[in-house]
């Protein structure tokens, strides 16, 4: 049981202390405790803690949105503020239908997405996502979505293939997906940039997402950008695609926007996308209670103001590098060690039973629940997970620490884990 936390420690019932280096699932961006934004949710509720979108908007709620509108990619200037990833997710799948019906385009009823991507738990973001353990017993309530490769080049490059042919091979697929399923037929495609939870922080290869922009333009098919773990400075840009170069139609945001300090997350979409409802019905057919939340903006709105007033994005990248570098002369040569990936604070490490055949563990050995354990006997919290290779086999340990981390926790948390990571594959080999 969590009963304190401040900065990058949080205490359980026991007083024992953690160092997060994960910020729960890539969520607390400023740590715990941020006197910024403490500050300022406690001005807010006394201020005005709820007001439903029907009768008001609020002075926060505006605020946040403006301040999303203004650092965001050229042209996704509209804003709709909801309570979580899965919510931005489904009103994302929601607003590119409604963006087609308006047109007149209804036959446009398909998604494409990607194997081994997340995004998120309500039956439309998981039917989109293409983890297939999540998947499994929801199958038959799930909508029909074409599916290609993850860009994944630690797995799916071939020895002898350059990074461009890799790339190129990628797109040739979407290619034939979109013919597969007939252009005009096809919504949007959707993908995360950099793929957290199911991947353990795999960025895409040169060229990726600009060939995607190029095939989605070229088809008038949508493309939704899943920044919900990503995005909001997690890689050192303040949005992942930025590296890329893309600006794609639609884009969700949420963990890094909160900070875990309220819940909340929100779409990002350009008056173009709009236009059809604005032409046409005059609304968003789509809605939920907490819509725009007075206190959750309040806190979103402090943590985007301490990230941009104290050049956390600047941090991100140094301390980034400096967490790559450290991991790589601690674990660069471990030989259960098969991939040191990731971007800005957002790693990932892909544990291998065999660095040169690439061999998985087997899964019954459930690796990454020992790493998460001794982890946390090491008073470590890291964010492993299973199923990296293709949903049942493999294993990842994905760090994402606060962005005011210092080069001393770092050392900390590399420290920890490497010794978590020994213990936990010593334990699994004692059993097999
Ligand atoms: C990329 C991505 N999309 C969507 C979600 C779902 O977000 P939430 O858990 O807030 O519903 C997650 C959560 O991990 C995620 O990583």
Redesign the pocket.
Known sequence: MAVAAQGLTIVDAQGRRYLDACGG?AVSCLGHGHPAVLAALHAQLDRLAYAHTSFFTTEVSEALADQLARTAPPGLDQVYLVS????A?ESALKLARQHFVERGEPERSVFVARRQS????TLG?LAVGGNEWRRRQFAPLLIEVGRVSPCYEYRGRHADETLQAYTQRLLAELDAEFQRIGPRRVLAFVA?PVV??TLGAVPPTPGYFAGVRALCDRYGILFIA?E??CGMGRTGTLHALEQEGVVPDLM?I??GLGGGYQAI?AVLTSKRVLEPLRMGSGLFQHGHTYLGHPMAAAAALAVQQVIEREGLLATVQDRGAYLRQALLQRLGDHPHVGDIRGRGLFMGLELVADRGTRQPFAPALRLHARVKATAMAEGLLCYPMGGTVDGNEGDHVLLAPPYIVSEYDLDHIVDRLARAIDAAVSAAQQVA
């Open positions: 699932a979580g990833g899965s919510e997710v997340y995004h998120g738990n973001a995360e957290g939870a899943d919900v773990m969700t949420a963990k997350g």
